[in-house]
């Protein structure tokens, strides 16, 4: 998965927490790749991801999942 066709821009696996995720974030949840479009901050460290389907998934403070994000090349 690329960004722009210059080249300027990567997608790279990184390890995510509830503290650590992104809007832009693509998880791959049941085989299915959800792009993150919206965070809300819930008690406990806890947040609500919505993806750009409009599905949410509620992330635990502790919960660590592998996400596709997109790097700038230098």
Not at 38 to 53: H, P
């Amino acid at each position: 998965m690329k960004a722009g066709a210059t080249g300027d821009a990567v997608a790279v696996p990184v390890e995510i927490t509830s503290a650590s995720v992104q809007r832009g974030d693509v998880i791959q949840i049941g085989g299915q790749l959800c792009r993150v479009t919206d965070l809300l901050q819930l008690s406990g460290g806890a947040k609500r991801l919505r993806f750009e389907s409009g599905e949410l998934l509620t992330v635990h403070s502790r919960t660590r999942l592998v996400a596709l994000r997109t790097m700038k090349r230098w």
